[in-house]
């Protein structure tokens, strides 16, 4: 598992590079690892932005049905998100990617995990499973 | 930080991503072409994104943001070399970059631009 | 499931009878088998079974209770190969509790082990089933993928003209490749225009709209135009009933009309020669 500090503009390119190359390890074809990266990316700027900061968790991870897949978790210790719902809702068709970008995060993921309470902070976890 | 070079030929503007922009970057980008824009009266500006792998909705929005600076300036802006992989990605994010003109090298940006001049 | 290593006397007296057990669990599947594999064939493999079966319940060795699953479902995957059903390899490897049972019948010291022994390898029978029914999924997904890519084609209409007849119901999984397929054509061919021709789409709601948008949108970033098309009457009441908007995407209701505009759109114009056939030689 690879622990990736989320302190600067540096560390989010950091990131990209770091789950790129777990991803195409873990199998995933381009449009998946383009996907996940992108995803990624939004996460750790979200940290970066509006956490003040965190950290980025990779990990290679196996179903239950052998199928090989990367999780990575995103943590701050921010201000953390008031409406959690309102966050993710954003839907595909309306606005031109604005807000949080979590809902588009989301769509690029197989699962997504987020928990937040204000004064505590934002944990984010995706993973993406190769098909 | 890189600097990601301008360059003039005629009066198009020829911007080329090779590398995984940094933030500061891709600020200083949309800074030089505005001032280039200025300077030079260009009536077009070609962005290849050829070598680019990774577009996220910052990126996206800088793309945006320079189509909006140059019509400002009146010149038109195409983005060429978009990568399947990266344009399934932004529609699936809900990037449509409306507002700039795509194509699919720069050698057809660049008839786009000179056709609709 | 865990190979209980600690029946120290079971695994003992299957070690000194080996023969014996393994003689009478061959003749048990034999039955099971109907003959149809050979006696000397089948002994040699339920003894090489029995060993790792006893190397696992030793405990000695730590792989040797992987290498049994891995046999095991090796097994069954041959078994079920050769037409076998996944019952008969599974009551194959339970008819060793039977061969053992008669044998032990008179040893009461080994009777309190024999219970959690016949757990063991109810659970290794079961095990043989589960590989089979694994087989069979990764079989059904492997042909959807298949008729999921033989029924998306992309081809090339004209020169600069991208045809993608939809045929079939445009779910997530059709439109991602669609849209895989659509892109790397475009790149490849330089195409600027492409039709998505919808004919063959039985419904088109909200969902099948969208997934539409995407592939256009995405195409668009491409620097190419699409024109839908194929659009039958009762599609288009449907479309306008459910509010559905299309924007500033052409659409035509045959690919015939789609490929005239896209040529049209091109710059290409197609013309009629007077000539027509040629002149037929003297008779």
């Known amino acids: 598992m690879d622990e990736l500090p989320i302190r600067t503009g540096d560390d989010v390119v950091r990131v990209r590079q770091q789950v790129r190359v777990v991803a195409a390890k873990s199998g995933l074809s381009l449009v998946d690892q383009t996907k996940v990266v992108t995803a990624a990316s939004e996460l750790a700027r979200n940290a970066l932005v509006h956490g003040g900061g965190g950290l980025a968790r990779v990990d290679v991870v196996t179903s239950a049905l052998g199928r090989n897949g990367i999780r990575i978790g995103f943590t701050d210790e921010g201000p953390g998100i008031a409406d959690v719902d309102l966050a993710l809702t954003d839907g595909w068709s309306s606005r031109d990617g604005l807000g949080l970008g979590l809902s588009g995060a989301r769509r690029l993921v197989d699962e997504f995990e987020l928990t937040s309470k204000p004064g505590s902070g934002t944990s984010v976890v995706v993973v993406k499973w190769s098909r | ?117 | 499931m865990d190979v209980d290593n600690t029946q120290v006397r079971m695994t003992a007296y299957m070690r000194d009878h080996q023969d014996k057990v393994v003689g009478r669990w061959s003749e048990l599947v034999a039955v099971g088998l109907r003959g149809r594999s050979s006696a000397a064939e089948l002994r040699h493999e339920l003894d090489d079974l029995y060993t790792l079966l006893l190397r696992a319940m030793s405990g000695a060795d730590e792989q040797a209770v992987g290498e049994l699953r891995a046999t095991l479902a090796e097994m069954s995957r041959s078994r079920a190969r050769n037409g076998f059903t996944p019952t008969q390899t599974a009551l194959g490897v339970f008819a060793l509790k039977d061969a053992l049972y008669e044998l032990i019948a008179d040893a009461a010291e080994l009777v309190p082990e024999y219970l959690a022994f016949s757990r063991m390898i109810d659970d290794l029978g079961l095990h043989t089933f589960e590989t089979y029914a694994a087989a069979r999924e990764q079989i059904i997904a492997d042909q959807a993928d298949a008729m999921l890519e033989l029924s998306t084609p992309v081809m090339k209409l004209w020169e600069g003209v991208i045809a993608v007849p939809l045929v079939g119901t445009l779910d997530s999984a059709r439109t991602q490749l669609v849209m895989e397929k659509l892109l790397e054509t475009l790149v490849a061919t330089g195409a600027e225009h492409a039709v998505l021709d919808i004919t063959g789409v039985p419904t088109v709601d909200t969902e099948v709209a969208q997934h539409l948008l995407k592939t256009v949108s995405a195409a668009r970033l491409l620097g190419t135009d699409c024109i839908v098309s194929g659009i039958r009457p009762q599609v288009a009441q449907t479309i306008v009933s459910l509010g559905i908007e299309f924007g500033d995407i052409a659409t035509k209701a045959t690919l015939a009309d789609a490929l005239a505009y896209a040529l049209e759109r091109g710059g290409q114009h197609i013309e009629k020669r007077n000539s027509g056939l040629p002149q037929q030689g003297p008779a």
């Open chain 2, 1 to 117: 930080m890189e600097r990601v070079p301008v360059l003039k030929i005629g009066t198009t503007l020829f911007v080329s991503i090779q590398i995984d922009l940094q933030d500061e970057s891709v600020v200083r980008l949309q800074e030089d072409l505005a001032d280039e824009l200025s300077a030079t009266g260009a009536r077009g500006v070609i962005i290849d994104i050829t070598a680019v792998e990774i577009v996220d909705s910052f990126i996206g929005r800088m793309l945006a943001t320079i189509g909006s600076i140059s019509r400002l300036f009146d010149a038109e802006t195409v983005l060429v070399g978009m990568r399947p992989a990266v344009a399934i990605t932004l529609t699936e994010l809900g990037l449509s970059l409306r507002g700039v003109r795509t194509a699919l090298n720069a050698e057809k940006g660049l008839a786009l631009l000179n056709g609709s001049a």
